[in-house]
């Protein structure tokens, strides 16, 4: 097993969406593969959003990274958000997790950024579990909303 990321290119978005809707099923929320495929789709070839990478094993797509970019007063400049990660079933538990986490850590090290978000569901203990052993925590004072405008 040979893990690597490359960049998704438009040729991705079918799997991509696949993969995502993959994702969605797992976390119990809703989809929508139109939204899904327009939003790749947008995202795809503009890096000052932020950057899609595909997880690849010996050079087949096993899964995807997404990475969004922002700018944090609080942190004093440029963050990053990881928005989705998803592993195919088979390659869990394999710490191909690890290697994505840190690869995306590496490229924000490197991009000058001062900190690296991401959301999960609270349900999801082990992904928590995970999350926690990479060296991210809870900050107990805040909690994310959201105002869907769409």
Request: net charge negative; hydrophobic share 35%; aromatic share 12%.
């Amino acid at each position: 097993m040979t893990i690597a990321f490359r960049s998704a290119e438009f040729s991705d978005v079918n799997l991509l969406v696949q993969l995502n809707k993959a994702l969605h099923k797992l976390e119990g929320t809703n989809y929508d593969t139109e939204r899904a495929r327009a939003a790749f789709k947008g995202f795809i070839g503009h890096p000052e959003l932020g950057e899609i990478w595909m997880i690849c094993d010996d050079g087949v797509p096993i899964g995807y990274i997404v990475m969004n970019r922002g700018y944090s007063i609080q942190f004093g400049g440029p963050y990053a958000l990881v928005d989705e990660m998803y592993l195919e079933d088979k390659y869990r538990e394999r710490g191909i997790g690890r290697q994505s986490l840190e690869f995306v850590e590496e490229h924000c090290r490197f991009s000058n950024m001062t900190a690296l978000y991401l959301e999960i569901t609270r349900e999801n203990m082990a992904a928590q579990g995970f999350y926690q052993r990479m060296g991210f925590t809870h900050r107990e004072q805040y909690t994310t909303m959201v105002k869907p405008l769409n």
